[in-house]
């Protein structure tokens, strides 16, 4: 009796780049929401190569979705997807620590 031989396994770079989706609630133009918005506009655009949606929710004018959210503290970044999701709370003014947190190889220069 012949058996087939195992199906080879795939690589890890053989898999499909992952989609991530962003939800960063902010304070209208406040510096540090200001500073959160650009480091993570800046990130999406150099890192994920349009592989991310980011939707960004200003509290004052809707409110009901920080509080549906349980975000308190805002610059807020709610990272949907990939799985497991996570919350990350600040002005994300250092982009080479976000990366690691993101699971983003490469290095991004400080601002």
């Known amino acids: 009796m ?3 031989p195992p199906a080879p396994q795939s690589r890890q770079s053989d898999a499909p780049a992952p989609f991530y989706r ?5 304070a209208g ?5 200001s500073q959160a918005r ?5 990130l999406c655009a150099t890192h994920l190569h349009g592989r991310c949606d980011l939707q960004v929710v200003d ?3 809707d409110y009901q979705a920080a509080l549906e959210h349980g975000v308190i503290v805002v610059p807020t970044l709610i990272v949907e997807e990939p799985p497991p999701a ?5 002005s994300l003014d250092d982009p080479a620590a976000l990366l690691p947190l993101l699971s983003l190889p490469g290095k991004e220069e400080r601002t």
């Open 22 to 26: 962003f939800r960063l609630f902010v």
């Open 2 to 4: 012949k058996t087939k």
């Open 59 to 61: 509290v004052f004018a």
């Open 29 to 33: 133009e406040e510096p540090n929401s």
């Open 38 to 42: 650009a480091t993570l506009e800046r």
């Open 86 to 90: 996570q919350t990350i709370v600040g």
